[in-house]
Nanobody, 124 residues
Framework: QVQLVESGGGLVQAGGSLTLSCTFSGRTFSPYSMGWFRQAPGKEREFVAAITRTGGVTTYAASVKGRFTISRDNAQNTVYLQMNSLKPEDTAVYYC?????????????????WGQGTQVTVSS
């Protein structure tokens, strides 16, 4: 059984920063990539960022590129999402996800395990 637990969400003013963390436990996979997704009220869950197992390759949605940074610490089984220059449109529930195959990318159907989500609210 794999568990992913996100933390670090909260309320922040526009232009501010937050760092989300996701710690995973249970089975380990090799290889596996990690991703962050978000879902705003009334909208579909959308891709935010992903990182390969070694952390050597990352990819971002166009809407967050240059503002968000994904990273991971495999020794701590933790993946991070540093969010800077936050905008009201970044308001959503943020989910981390694990992909247990060789796939690396933005397709949420390829991710096998999901956390429960953490709320990020950006006020204007």
């Amino acid at each position: 059984q794999v568990q992913l637990v996100e933390s670090g969400g909260g309320l922040v003013q526009a232009g501010g920063s937050l760092t989300l963390s996701c710690t995973f436990s249970g089975r380990t996979f090799s290889p596996y990539s990690m991703g962050w997704f978000r879902q705003a009220p009334g909208k579909e869950r959308e891709f935010v960022a992903a990182i390969t197992r070694t952390g050597g390759v990352t990819t971002y949605a166009a809407s967050v590129k240059g503002r968000f940074t994904i990273s991971r610490d495999n020794a701590q089984n933790t993946v991070y999402l540093q969010m800077n220059s936050l905008k009201p449109e970044d308001t959503a529930v943020y989910y981390c996800a694990l992909c247990s195959t060789w796939y690396f990318g933005s397709s949420r159907e390829k991710y096998d395990y999901w956390g429960q989500g953490t709320q990020v609210t950006v006020s204007s």
